[in-house]
């Protein structure tokens, strides 16, 4: 497996380099193209730390056509996990065309250069959003996508689109290419070393970022947004996933397009199935913890929905994957991670 490498783009960010560690201590050779817009080049040596083996690194930006085409003329590259793109909602709705611009173009020039180099397997980040704001919970792979709610989401979807032509057209043609697309949940968590996690620049807009910056008293308290949904508490369910488990979701999903059997266009749901409210999430936390996280109601955030959990069985019973930890885990983790010296930068 050492003379063919799998290419991360994206790779130093919080899904990316989790995906690189499982990679790299399963036995694959890595490479990493990520231009550094929205990550940190101190994650290649935390990389390195926890796997004891050093991915190749390029500081490029996948948009760019030429650099990508170095990268696949120096190593033989496999397989592509896509991971490089823009992914703040909020912003994608106040500066939409800097969202499409980048997210597609990266996304074209690597299957360009993909096709150049003769690389035929691609695996992209897609997310459940995708499923928009009119199928029922739990959501399924052969639901209907569309009706997302922000242009980021459109982006995932149009990314769908083109992977699902794509795919199409080389069965037409009889050719060997082959897409899976992994619609991630909630990821949350960090590694347990707690050298490498998700470091949101400003304040952050996810949940559990929040709820790490409220209880390490960096934030005076978090803002549910809205206690009116038709929930059990009121609050918004969501399927939060462990981020080790979604990286190792990664590593099934790339043995599976590596065999015969699989088909040229693959979805999987990578979530546990299960929802949890904005409230259980901040009990669990404070339990877990010991530590209080001060919360106010607030009102709704515009474009949420009240329900998102997958079905995660087709998972289950294609890739043999499954999400092993809970969300005591996932607190636990985040914790760990947000008090430890390489998320407050001391390493
Ligand atoms: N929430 C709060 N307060 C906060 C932040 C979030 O109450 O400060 C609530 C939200 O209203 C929602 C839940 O916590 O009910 C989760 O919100 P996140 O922002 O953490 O996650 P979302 O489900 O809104 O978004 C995530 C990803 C997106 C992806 C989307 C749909 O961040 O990239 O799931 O799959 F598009």
């Known amino acids: 497996m050492d003379d063919r490498y799998v290419l991360l783009t994206g790779g130093l960010g919080f899904i990316g380099s989790h995906t690189a560690v499982e990679l790299l201590e399963a036995g694959y050779s890595v490479v990493i193209a990520d231009d550094l817009s929205n990550s940190d080049i101190s994650v290649l040596g935390r990389i390195e730390a926890i796997s004891g083996r050093k991915p190749v690194f390029y500081q490029i930006d996948v948009s760019d056509r030429r650099a990508v085409r170095r990268v ?31 997210n597609i173009d990266s996304m074209l020039s690597v299957l360009e250069e993909m096709d150049q180099a003769g690389c035929k397997r691609v695996i992209f980040s897609s997310s459940a959003t995708v499923y928009g704001e009119s199928n029922p919970v739990p959501y399924r792979e052969d639901m209907p996508a569309g009706a997302c709610s922000n242009p980021y989401g459109w982006t995932k979807f149009m990314i769908e689109r083109i992977l699902i032509d794509k795919a199409h057209a080389a069965e ?10 992994l619609r991630y949940f909630n990821p949350i968590g960090a590694h347990p070393s707690g050298l490498i996690g998700e470091k949101p620049n400003g304040i952050p807009n996810n949940l559990m970022p929040y709820i790490t910056q409220v209880a390490a008293g960096i934030r005076p308290k978090l803002s549910v947004f809205g206690n009116d949904y038709d929930t059990p508490d009121g609050t918004g369910v969501r399927d939060y996933i462990h981020v ?5 979701g990664h590593l099934a999903a790339l043995g599976h397009i590596e065999r015969d059997e699989s088909e040229s266009l693959n979805i999987f749901n990578l979530g546990t199935g299960r929802g949890y409210s904005v409230l259980d999430v901040v009990k669990a936390f404070e339990k877990v913890n010991g530590v209080p996280v001060p919360y106010e109601i607030a009102p709704r955030r515009a474009g949420d929905l009240a329900w998102s959990y997958a079905d995660a069985s087709l ?23 947000q008090n430890g010296p390489a998320c407050r930068g001391e390493l």
């Not at 037409?172 to 697309?181: Q, S, V």
């Not at 080790?244 to 190792?248: G, N, R, S, T």
């Open 172 to 181: 037409l043609k009889g050719e060997d290419f082959k897409a899976t697309l």
């Open 244 to 248: 080790v488990d979604l990286a190792k």
């Open 315 to 337: 998972a289950e019973k294609t890739l043999g994957w499954k999400a092993e930890l809970g969300i005591e885990e996932m607190c636990r983790d985040s914790w760990n991670w």
């Open 72 to 102: 696949f003329r120096a190593h033989d590259i496999s397989a592509v996990i896509h991971f490089a793109g823009f992914k703040a909602v909020g912003e994608s709705v106040s500066v939409p065309v800097k969202y499409y611009r980048n």
